[in-house]
């Protein structure tokens, strides 16, 4: 019986050093795993646009870099932020490369936008894509004494809307309300049956709503006066954080007497 307990004891102890050292060495606060993040190439991992969130680790003063794939006349939202604290020396930047990268895109930061990441090792960034291509974004830590482990997600806050109509003397209203203390502009997009488009640009106020109508009688927004009997699909994209504007619409008309009144859904592509 000794030695059967003696032998149970060494097998143990055996196998508990070979567990650990087949256990995985740590990296970072929370032992997250760094991919090859630190390279603007095609060895940077592609992040799927889904408004899904994921956690990656930061060195100290580092630079991690990531893959996109964007489509043209859609607008993205790009945020990342450390939820276990703020920054120790510096902040986090994010950039919009270009294919190749072969230098910045056009993007606009909106940090303080509700809502707000400022005064924490976070940013934001929101851009209208002008065509199909994949970029690069570029997470840039100033951060000299700690590093992070942070969550990173990229939106498609293009906004859809399956229907609108002038037909049979129907017209269709659209209501667009912003939900931040920023002015936000936007493009509204309407696009026949037929692949036809039609395109406003507006300033929604900060904390109000824009009202536009499509109408084929005279009655409809400016740029949006269409001829009787077509109908279409719609868009809206804007510079701004995820949920920034909410829309709402509905068809209305006089028919046989009475009028009637049909609401058509607005929403994103992903749920955000």
């Given at each position: 019986m000794k030695k059967l307990?003696?032998?149970?004891?060494?097998?143990?102890?055996?196998?508990?050093?070979?567990?650990?050292?087949?256990r995985p060495a740590k990296q970072g606060k929370a032992g997250i795993k760094p991919l090859n993040y630190g390279s603007c190439d095609s060895t940077a991992p592609l992040v799927n646009i889904i408004g899904a969130g994921f956690e990656d680790?930061?060195?100290?003063?580092?630079?991690?870099?990531?893959?996109?794939?964007?489509?043209?006349?859609?607008?993205y939202s790009a945020e990342v932020w450390d939820p276990r604290g703020q920054y120790a020396s510096g902040g986090l930047?994010?950039?919009?490369?270009t294919a190749g990268c072969a230098g910045l895109d056009n993007f606009t930061d909106v940090a303080g936008m509700?809502?707000?990441?400022t005064n924490g090792f976070s940013d934001r960034i929101s851009w209208v894509q002008a065509s199909d291509s994949l970029e690069f974004i570029h997470i840039s830590s100033f951060d000299t004494v700690a590093s992070h482990n942070y969550n990173m997600r990229v939106v498609d806050t293009t906004l859809n809307n399956s229907r609108w109509s002038t037909v049979v003397g129907f017209s269709t209203h659209y209501g667009f309300l912003n939900t931040t203390e920023w002015d936000i502009g936007g493009t509204l997009t309407l696009t026949e049956s037929g692949g036809t488009q039609h395109v406003v640009t507006f300033t929604i106020p900060a904390g109000g709503e824009v009202f536009e109508v499509v109408a084929g009688d005279g009655s409809g927004s400016p740029g949006?006066?269409?001829?009787?009997?077509?109908?279409?699909s719609a868009s809206f994209v804007f510079v701004?954080?995820?949920?920034?504007?909410k829309a709402d619409g509905y068809f209305q008309a006089v028919q046989n007497g009475v009028f009637v009144i049909v609401p058509t859904a607005w929403g994103p592509k992903n749920n955000q």
């Open positions: 307990g003696l032998l149970t004891i060494c097998l143990l102890l055996i196998n508990s050093m070979v567990f650990a050292q087949a680790f930061m060195p100290v003063f580092g630079d991690n870099f990531v893959q996109v794939n964007l489509k043209a006349g859609h607008s930047f994010l950039y919009l490369i509700d809502p707000d990441l949006l006066n269409l001829p009787p009997n077509l109908a279409g701004g954080a995820a949920g920034a504007i």
